[in-house]
């Protein structure tokens, strides 16, 4: 039995494993990962990266190749309600494509969301992270059996091409191992929530005739709405395959024909249809009660497991491996403290609690909608029928898709890592982004002198953006005894109404930690306090911590 030893063993290589192996492999801390599995995609989901994920990917230097992966750049993410694919129209919202979503937010972010399927984003996110020096990647390896000590985790992991088995000892064990997370259950994590509020049936299937033979053009995603399931078919390339998803009861997902079902969808019985795959599957609104449990950290879906109603599920679980990625690489480091690990529950789960909610909004609004077949009729009574559900969908359906404030406008309210500065915590609205620096928002985008975006001048360390007259030597002497890596950055007198203040101190995941006038009587203690070496003080309240 061969022993290894490596600061971080992370189990699971989804997208939000190989994100966190990413996030390590970027601040040159050792990590292991191991999943049981070849990495094959094997079911389509997943397909909308948010603008925030795309600004770390960005960090790592790979967004351009996601934002140009094998899907059609030019092909126009709209969204058409129809009662049928080949029958009426009845609510159209027209988006970007990949290739023009940057110029639409261009004011607030240098990325926009972008359309990447799971076949070719999980390849990529593969691939970068074995580039990577510190990164070991084990495919085929599955977790046996872990225990933790007060100064680390023994895992065993057994290779099972060969049989062979290792010890791994790690300071910290990451659970990226998804939604049946055998971690959190060792550990004895409850979820809290609702499990199974619908349950659905997921066809991938392949199509070369059905984009030509429907009436509507170009669109990511077609939602029947007189049909015998309510349905909704989204894109997988663009082109010729496809993924349908059905509204069906308990126990109804195994007697239905996929070819039947992708028929009804599209309303003409000669479609020609290859099923690649068909599987049941159910919503969830749940999170877990913990996210730690000593030296091991639940990330991802092994965390929260949400409805794909707004595409915020890897992208939350993303974000989850950003924050604890930096703060494992502080602590390795030697500059981080044990509040900074503390913090990651503090600071991920009301976020989790956040977009699990959101995203069961926007299920509750889509299940409310008619499935009536009287909608596909002919004659006045079905004409003016279908005009007052037009009118429904665009009143109550839009939100889905419109979540710029979900994807940039969360913040960590109530940090211990933070530094509050007493002033109001602005508006955190799903579909509306209004950049600020209060702390723990993530730091507005601006323009630099050099050309750059100030998003680019983030990531290494802490950033201190200061206007050109500032006093800024208290704090950067300050940050030098600490030992806290610290870099300065000038604003343009164009930025400042948008930082607000002359100093605003940038974490390394780009969220501000603190922000001042003038330099803070005891500047020392903003950096004890923002890498977590602050004495241990009773939990803080985190916001929402419940969800209902």
Not at 170 to 180: E, K, N, V
Not at 228 to 240: E, F, M
Not at 442 to 469: K, Q
Request: hydrophobic share 40%; proline share 7%.
């Amino acid at each position: 039995m061969a022993s290894l030893r490596i600061p971080v063993l992370i189990v699971g290589a989804g997208p939000v494993g190989l994100a966190l192996a990413c996030e390590l492999g970027h601040r040159n801390v050792p990590c292991l990962l191991v999943e049981q599995g070849d990495g094959s995609v094997v079911f389509p989901a997943g397909e909308a990266i948010s603008t925030r994920t795309m600004e770390h990917l960005r960090r790592w230097g790979i967004a351009d190749q996601v934002r140009q992966s094998a899907f059609p750049q030019d092909y126009p993410r709209n969204v058409v309600f129809v009662t049928r694919i080949t029958g009426h129209l009845l609510a159209r919202f027209e988006r970007e494509s990949n290739e023009g979503g940057r110029r639409l937010h261009a004011d607030v972010s240098p990325e926009s969301s972008v359309w990447c399927p799971k076949k070719w984003f999980d390849p990529l996110l593969r691939s970068h992270a074995a580039s990577l020096p510190s990164v070991e990647l084990r495919y085929g390896w599955r977790l046996e059996s872990f225990e933790q000590t007060k100064d680390r985790v023994r895992a065993t992991v057994a290779e099972l091409a060969t049989g062979a088995t290792h010890v791994v000892e790690a300071d910290y064990l990451a659970a990226c191992d998804g939604a049946r997370s055998g971690i959190r259950r060792e550990l004895g994590i409850d979820f809290e929530g609702v499990f199974a509020e619908g349950h659905n049936l997921g066809i991938y299937f392949r199509s070369p005739e059905l984009l030509a033979r429907q009436p509507h053009g170009l669109a990511s995603q077609f939602l029947t709405m007189a049909t015998r399931h309510r349905s909704a078919l989204s894109t997988v390339n663009g082109r010729d395959e496809w993924r349908l998803s059905l509204y069906v009861k308990p126990g109804e997902a195994e007697a239905l024909d996929p070819v039947a079902c992708v028929r009804d969808a599209f309303g003409k019985d000669d479609l020609q249809v290859e099923i690649i795959r068909a599987q049941p599957w159910a919503g969830h609104r749940v999170v877990a009660r913990r996210y730690r449990e000593g030296r091991i950290f639940l990330v991802g879906d092994a965390a929260h497991m949400l409805w794909p109603k707004g595409g915020f599920g890897a992208n939350t679980g993303i974000g989850d491996a950003v924050d604890l990625g930096w703060k494992l690489a502080a602590v390795h480091a030697g500059w981080g403290g044990e509040a900074l690990l503390a913090s990651y529950e503090a600071e991920r789960r009301p976020i989790g609690v956040r977009n699990v909610a959101e995203a069961a909004s926007n299920r509750a609004a889509d299940a409310e909608l008619p499935l009536d077949p009287m909608l596909d009729a002919e004659g006045p009574q079905a004409d003016a029928l279908r005009l007052r559900t037009g009118e429904l969908i665009r009143r109550t359906r839009w939100k889905e898709w419109s979540t710029l404030g979900v994807q940039l406008g969360y913040r960590y309210a109530r940090s211990p890592v933070i530094v509050p500065d007493g002033s109001a915590e602005p508006p955190d609205e799903p579909a509306v982004y209004q950049p600020s620096t209060w702390p723990g928002c993530r730091a507005p985008h601006v323009l630099l002198d050099d050309g750059r975006s100030s998003l680019d001048a983030m990531g290494a360390g802490f950033v201190l953006f200061h206007d050109a007259g500032a006093s800024i030597a208290p704090l950067v002497q300050a940050a030098r005894r600490e030992g806290v890596p610290l870099t300065t950055c000038v604003l343009p007198a164009a930025a400042q109404g948008v930082y607000e203040f002359p100093l605003v101190l940038v974490r390394p995941d780009g969220h501000v930690a603190w922000r001042g006038r003038q330099p803070a009587e005891d500047p020392a203690g903003i950096f004890v306090t923002v890498a977590g070496r602050a004495p241990a003080q009773a939990p803080m309240a985190s916001g929402a911590t419940a969800i209902t």
